[in-house]
């Protein structure tokens, strides 16, 4: 399985998501420059957490025009799996490659701190080695996080089961005590039609080694080299 | 230019801070009057801020050697080998004056400053920490400057990816017109890759990167040497502006710059911008430089060149390529979208010469610029000190109830949870915190080896004013101490000493006992000072801050796995208190939040015995026998024992504990009493007999006081119970008594 980690000057998890990709799951990794618009030697995109370029605008606002996102929507279109945490979720939808927007956060402040989150979804590539209802422990990053579609948008997505990931208590609960920034039903992280594009504010990354305190973001990427070892893209590489 | 430039008078000189015996030394050194522009060189570089002309005759007394040590005082930043290759480079900053004038602004570019200083010398940023001090909590006035700085801080150094690993917060009336911000970054870079900010080799380029010039912070430097009055938020376009996102850009592009061997020497233009940049380089060199001002990217018109050399604009270097190599190097910075403008040359010397528009505006010798004057003005004890000291606190009655005392004490602002602050900050980019804050020191490992670091920065005001010598040695020693607790073997030393007017001799006596203090501690604990920086003149409408020299230590864990946090694990566990028992409610947070004094005098501190108690713990955490080690500070030994029971409940539940105490001279004193050298830690039952024989072998004072476990938090003393408090009142007072007082 080849993964592409996407670099915008301002990016910052990249780095991250290269080590754990490269030395924990041991997979084969390179880095794909923001203004490169070819991605045909890549299974899976991961866009990363950061400020993409600057994001003085809306987070992500600019980034979502940017050449290499626009070569992620034929890859898309193509079956190409990707993955957005943080900044990279932010850009998601900025592209208009998953419904919704990512505001600024209900307390008006940064919030980095560590978040249960609910799996609501185990059907997609990137969840399917999970169990309904398990609750898996990530930090969040950001001051723009706050999920928000509108209803017609958030009734479509909850009727497709769009909705991957709620923020929780360590106890499955989702409440307003365990959201941690005003986003709309707790949503934490949402996937695309095809099931193709997952979106998260929180960093998976961060959560792959015992030694950072966890592993549960760990089996996202395990499910979705799972998922490519059963549809045998794995075996043609 | 000439035509619209003031005249150069002595009245002008004073006006930008030179007094009459400088001015009359400029003309001395050049032979003739000064330009209006050189005029500007010189109060910017013969500031206090630049030139430490106050400072200097006793910075020299502070120990700066060590096998390891890669780089010590003069540069950017100091540098300390930590093995297998690897080097930390290190140091801390004050931005005091900008934070109090505009706190946001202030704190955001005193964090890209620090940042700059170090990844100029190669190394990439891997921790950020902050040691705050602020006035009266209560006061609407503080919650917004906390507020400011705060996330100024988070702006900053969120958008550019460097975590913020601790630091810490404290209050006292004395900071409330100067609040302190010191600011210590840690960068990683590989031993013999070190940078230096060096103008060498005659002919070669000298190019300008990064943003773009403006006309903020035009004399940031010369405001920093001065005093404030009620005027002080009329200084407000004096203090520079920040663009975090761009000092991302000139991070990466000045590394990959570094990595192709086209740079000699890299400089950032911080503290008096270009004219600092272009003096202090040549200087170290030996050499001179030639510059166009025309050439500098402006991002405004009609700028002077006085604006030009003297603007604090941020994000901005100056950097000599090798010659010949100048296409790599315009690449680089092309590639992160950057300027690279070659502006000039290095030049044998000793002169830096500016031109703009070819016409010349300043000829210079460099030394005389970059070696300011030195004072050795008088100093002498405040004559308030004896009679501050020769307070007795146990003239003051004994609470009542002594548990309630302790509850108060984890709510008093200073001692409370910090997380309101730091889950503001981005604790785990780069994914190498391995101890978060919240601990007595944070822990970062080093990927590609089994290593980590510990860091701590430590510094108490009140116990300086007191006893400003001893008050100077503790602050290394807590900060030391804090890195022997997470298991880290600390190898050096960046001080920030805060200090009011030099000018006035009290505060000199008191900045020169710290340096003192300071220098003692070092030598004992065998960790060199790798540099610093001095902030004077933190004093408003005549009064002056608490003398708050701030330490940040960097040690060295050689195994990432055996390393230990300040709280309590589980039921059942030993514990054991280290160190000697002398203690004093002189200076401490008690007499300070019971009875609104700073008052007595300091336990006494035995270095010898600090060094041995710190090898001790450092010993048991390596040997993976202890569970828990927590220094004593503010609050004393009861103080210590509830923030072990309650500070581990981000990733757990709090854990009570049953000890005993000796009664000593009076229970509030034993309780709440503040001395050096003590440490508590929790052993597993079934590690008991290993850990005794270790302890036996250390030489130093100790023993067993009681047991980890329950609900309740409980001390015994004389057969009776003295404190009995249920931990979740603990936790809820030590989680709301900061936070209160911000929402």
């Known amino acids: 399985m080849r993964f592409g980690v996407v670099v915008f000057p301002g990016t910052w998890s990249d780095c991250d998501f290269h080590y754990v990709i490269s030395e924990v799951i041991r997979q084969p990794v390179k880095y794909v420059w923001h203004r490169d618009r070819n991605l045909s030697d890549l299974d899976c995109v991961i866009l990363p957490g950061g400020f993409s370029y600057g994001d003085y605008l809306r987070a992500g606002a600019v980034a979502g025009k940017s050449p290499v996102v626009e070569a992620l929507l034929e890859f898309v279109a193509n079956g190409g799996y990707v993955l957005g945490s943080c900044n990279g979720f932010q850009i998601l939808c900025e592209a208009g490659l998953l419904p919704g927007v990512l505001m600024r956060n209900e307390c008006l402040q940064y919030r980095c701190q560590s978040t249960n989150l609910l799996v609501e979804n185990v059907e997609t590539p990137f969840t399917r080695g999970l169990r309904a209802g398990q609750v898996l422990t990530m930090p969040i990053s950001h001051g723009e996080g706050k999920y928000y579609a509108d209803p017609p948008t958030l009734a479509a997505l909850k009727a497709r089961h769009g909705i991957v990931f709620r923020y929780a208590t360590a106890d499955g609960q989702v409440v307003k005590a365990a959201n941690p920034n005003g986003s709309v039903e707790n949503i934490a992280g949402v996937v695309n039609e095809t099931g193709t594009v997952l979106g998260l504010m929180p960093h998976p990354e961060r959560a792959a080694e015992t030694a950072m305190g966890g592993t549960d973001g760990l089996l996202l990427l395990q499910s979705l080299l799972g998922t490519l070892v059963e549809d045998g893209t794995f075996l043609k590489r | 230019m000439a035509g619209t430039e003031p005249k150069v008078t002595l009245d002008l000189a004073r006006g930008l801070g030179l007094t009459a015996d400088e001015y009359d030394r400029i003309i001395a050194r050049l032979g003739r009057e000064p330009s209006y522009t050189e005029l500007g060189l010189f109060s910017a570089l013969w500031s206090e801020h630049c030139a430490y002309k106050h400072s200097r005759v006793f910075l020299s007394r502070l120990p700066t050697r060590a096998p390891h040590l890669l780089q010590g005082p003069g540069e950017n930043a100091g540098a300390v080998d930590i093995g297998d290759g690897w080097a930390i480079v290190f140091k801390m900053e004050s931005h005091n004056h900008p934070s109090f004038i505009e706190p946001f602004q202030g704190a955001a570019t005193g964090v890209g400053g620090i940042l700059r200083d170090i990844f100029t010398m190669g190394a990439r940023p891997i921790a950020i920490l902050d040691s705050l001090r602020f006035g009266d909590p209560s006061d609407p006035k503080t919650r ?285 980019v780069g994914t190498n915190t391995l101890v978060l804050p919240g601990s007595d020191a944070a822990v970062l490992r080093i990927k590609g080896t089994r290593r980590a670091i510990a860091v701590s920065t430590d510094g108490n005001g009140r116990q300086v004013v007191l006893d400003p010598r001893r008050g100077g040695a503790l602050a290394v020693c807590e900060a030391a101490r804090n890195v022997s607790c997470a298991g880290g073997r600390p190898l050096g030393v960046t001080d920030c000493m805060n200090f009011g007017s030099p000018e006035r001799p009290e505060i000199l006596w008191q900045f020169a006992e710290a340096i003192d203090g300071i220098a003692e501690a070092c030598r004992a604990l065998e960790v060199p000072v790798v540099g610093g920086n001095v902030s004077f003149y933190n004093e408003t409408s005549g009064q002056a801050i608490l003398p708050t020299p701030i330490c940040g230590v960097v040690g060295v864990l050689e195994d990432a796995g055996r390393l230990a946090t300040q709280w309590f694990k589980a039921t059942g566990h030993r514990i054991a208190l280290l160190g000697p028992d002398a203690v004093s409610l002189g200076g401490s947070e008690y007499l300070w939040t019971l009875h609104g004094r700073v008052a007595g005098r300091l336990a006494p501190l035995d270095l010898e015995m600090e060094r041995r108690v710190q090898s001790a713990v450092r010993a048991a955490v390596q040997a993976g026998l202890v569970t828990a080690a927590h220094d004593c500070s503010e609050g004393g030994l009861a103080v210590a024992l509830a923030e072990s029971s309650v500070s581990g409940t981000r990733t757990g539940a709090a854990v009570g504990c049953d000890v005993t105490v000796e009664r000593g001279r009076r229970l509030d004193e034993t309780l709440f009493g503040e001395g050096p050298s003590r440490v508590v830690v929790s052993v597993e039952a079934a590690r008991q007999r290993e850990f005794e024989a270790l302890m036996a072998e250390s030489a130093i004072p100790w023993r067993w006081i009681g047991t980890t476990g329950g609900e309740r938090l409980t001390v015994r003393a004389a057969g009776r119970v003295v404190v009995d408090v249920a931990v979740d009142r603990i936790e809820h007072a030590w989680r709301s008594g900061f936070e209160r007082h911000m929402a």
């Open chain 2, 144 to 428: 917004q400057l906390v507020n400011g700085v705060v996330s100024g801080i988070s702006w900053y150094g969120n958008c550019f990816g460097c975590p913020t690993v601790g630091g810490e917060i404290a209050f006292a009336p004395e900071y409330s017109g100067n609040p302190l911000v010191n600011v210590m970054c840690v960068g990683l870079v590989r031993a013999d890759r070190i940078f230096r900010a060096r103008a060498e080799g005659v002919g070669n380029p000298v190019f300008y990167v990064g943003n773009k010039t403006g006309r903020d912070g035009i004399h940031g430097a010369t405001m920093a040497s001065a005093t404030f009055d009620d005027e002080a938020e009329a200084k407000r376009p004096t203090v520079q502006v920040g663009d975090p996102f761009t000092e991302k850009l000139l991070l990466e592009a000045c590394l990959e710059a570094m990595a192709t061997g086209a740079v000699v020497g890299i400089q950032d233009m911080g503290a008096a911008g270009l004219a600092c940049c272009t003096s202090e380089m040549p200087a170290r060199s030996g050499t001179g430089m030639e510059v166009e001002l025309s050439a500098v990217p402006q991002r405004e018109t009609e700028m002077t060149p006085y604006e030009l050399l003297l603007s604090e604009s941020q994000e901005r270097m100056l950097l000599v390529g090798a010659r010949g190599r100048d296409e790599e190097l315009r690449c680089v910075f092309a590639k992160w979208e950057l300027d690279a403008v070659k502006i000039g040359e290095v030049t044998a010397g000793p002169e830096l010469v500016v031109r703009h528009r070819g016409e010349p505006v300043a000829r210079v010798p460099v030394d005389a610029l970059a070696d300011g004057p030195r004072y050795d003005k008088p100093h002498a004890p405040p004559a308030w000190l004896a009679e501050r000291q020769a307070f007795d606190p146990l003239s003051l009655p004994e609470p009542a109830d002594y548990g309630a005392t302790l509850v108060r004490l984890m709510s008093a602002p200073t001692i409370a949870s910090k997380e309101w602050a730091y889950r503001q900050y981005d604790q785990q």
